[in-house]
């Protein structure tokens, strides 16, 4: 397997950092994966922007019983100060029961030498449920 190049490396770290966050239950550590002015679009909901509202989103989240966060990369698309991710993830309970899993799409911006989500979209892959 040829080695990654720096930017897909970059965020290979940056996907990492957040699921060990994650995976502690640290909300403010996943904030920090994301830039001070990042924006997530979840599924159902209206737009949230900044740390302190991203924060906020991932606490209900992890409030919600969803401990795990697996974020598997399929296409990085490289530009200059910045990347377009696109992958799979999977959402899961502590108990490891997957709760959710579907696609996302990222934009990374180079911060201070380090990758950060500066836009972060998904979707799920599970039909409706009734």
Known sequence: MAPLAPTHNAIALSNQAFMK?????????????????????????????????IEAFWRMVMDMGIKSATLETVDVIEYPGGACEVGHYLLGKATGQPVDRGNYMVIWREVDGAMKLYRDIWNTSLPPSA
């Open 21 to 53: 966050a994650f995976a502690g239950d640290d909300a403010a550590a996943v904030s920090r994966c994301y830039t001070e002015d990042g924006k997530i679009l979840p599924p159902q909901s209206e737009p949230i922007t900044g740390r302190p509202g």
